[in-house]
């Protein structure tokens, strides 16, 4: 059988694909972490990130079907995984049932998997469709025109002037809906989690944990989840909570918040 043969058959092959492809994921919701903290900057920035990326065009489909083809391969992995742990676990027939050592993390990884796969569902039909919140879509809010040239480490990523999608004014009007906010944060809250235990089998997997630094390993997942988590509770709990304000000028900034209980007004 090939090499690429083998990574697919074999139990260990299948731990490496899933650590493989969860690294990569990784990099993917960091990144995507680092550039939506943009948010809390000039809204030329976030505007022109987003209207560079939409701009890349078959590079933007060709991460996308990369994207979609790792995550495939990461749940695919992840449920045949589970079935053959169940049914050696079925053939020993322990007397006792007990979770000697599991953490509470990797006792909940299908669940916590399962909630993300939901909130990227609803994500992609919110932010990417627009079919969540379409009355706060980009493309149904006026353009924004960019101030100035928006740079990144000094590569141009759109020049002064140019017309581009409000996708800040988006993120401002959607997060002021707590029902959305706190789905966001409990979402991302759970995918937190689910990377607690993930980072640590992916080190396992790569034969990168042992007892001598098992111990500082658990402090430096810990500390890299809790970051991830309070970067993305940050970005709509400001919103929501009035700590982060649109910009003045902004199209986000001329439409007045929703009263949530219209009969609180009433005299
Ligand atoms: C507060 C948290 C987040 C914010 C503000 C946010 C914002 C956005 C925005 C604005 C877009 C659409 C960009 C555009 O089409 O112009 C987007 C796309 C996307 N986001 Fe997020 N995101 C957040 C969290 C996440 C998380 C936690 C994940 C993954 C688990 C994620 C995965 C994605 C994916 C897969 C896309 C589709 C990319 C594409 O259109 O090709 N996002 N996000």
């Given at each position: 059988?090939?090499?690429i043969?083998?990574?697919?058959?074999s139990?260990?092959g299948?731990?490496l694909l899933m650590?493989?492809?969860?690294l990569?994921l990784?990099?993917?919701?960091f990144?995507?972490l680092?550039g939506n903290?943009?948010i809390?900057?000039e809204?030329?920035?976030?505007?022109?990130?987003?209207?560079?990326?939409?701009?890349?065009?078959?590079?933007?489909?060709?991460v996308r079907?990369?994207?979609?083809a790792?995550?495939?391969v990461?749940?695919?992995?992840a449920?045949?995984?589970?079935?053959?742990?169940?049914?050696?676990?079925?053939?020993?027939?322990?007397?006792?049932k007990?979770y000697i050592?599991?953490?509470?993390a990797s006792?909940y990884m299908?669940?916590?998997g399962?909630?993300?796969?939901?909130?990227i569902?609803?994500?992609?039909?919110?932010?990417?469709l627009?079919?969540?919140?379409?009355?706060n879509?980009?493309?149904?809010l006026?353009h924004?025109?960019?101030t100035?040239?928006?740079?990144?480490?000094g590569?141009p990523l759109a020049a002064k002037g140019t017309e581009v999608?409000?996708v800040?004014?988006m993120?401002?009007?959607?997060f002021?809906?707590?029902?959305?906010s706190?789905?966001?944060?409990l979402?991302?809250?759970l995918l937190s989690?689910?990377?607690?235990h993930g980072f640590?089998?992916m080190f396992?997997?790569?034969?990168?944990r042992?007892?001598?630094w098992?111990?500082?390993?658990?402090?430096?997942?810990?500390l890299?989840?809790?970051?991830?988590?309070?970067g993305?509770?940050?970005?709509p709990?400001?919103i929501?909570?009035g700590?982060?304000k649109?910009?003045?000028?902004?199209?986000?900034?001329s439409?007045?918040p929703?009263?949530?209980?219209?009969?609180c007004?009433?005299k």
């Open positions: 059988m090939s090499l043969g083998n990574f697919f058959t139990s260990i299948r731990k650590a493989v492809s969860g990569i990784v990099g993917f919701v990144g995507h680092v903290l943009q809390f900057g809204p030329d920035r976030i505007n022109g990130y987003a209207h560079f990326l939409q701009s890349l065009g078959p590079v933007l489909w060709a079907l990369g994207l979609l790792t995550a495939a990461h749940i695919w992995a449920v045949v995984l589970t079935l053959e742990n169940k049914k050696a676990r079925g053939a020993l027939d322990y007397g006792v007990g050592r599991a953490t509470v006792r299908r669940l916590t399962l909630v993300v796969l939901a909130f569902v609803y994500h992609i039909a919110h932010f990417t627009g079919s969540a919140d379409s009355a879509y980009k493309d149904n006026p924004f025109t960019l100035e040239d928006v740079r990144e480490f590569f999608h409000d800040y004014s993120i401002f009007l959607s002021r809906n707590p029902i959305i706190g789905f966001y944060i979402a991302t809250g989690f689910h990377l607690l640590e089998s396992q997997t790569f034969g990168l042992n007892h001598r098992c111990c500082c390993l658990r402090r430096f997942t810990t890299i989840c809790l970051a991830y988590f309070v993305n509770l940050a970005i709990g400001a929501w909570l700590l982060n649109p910009h003045a000028g902004t199209h986000a900034a439409v007045a929703v009263a949530l209980c219209t009969s007004d009433a």
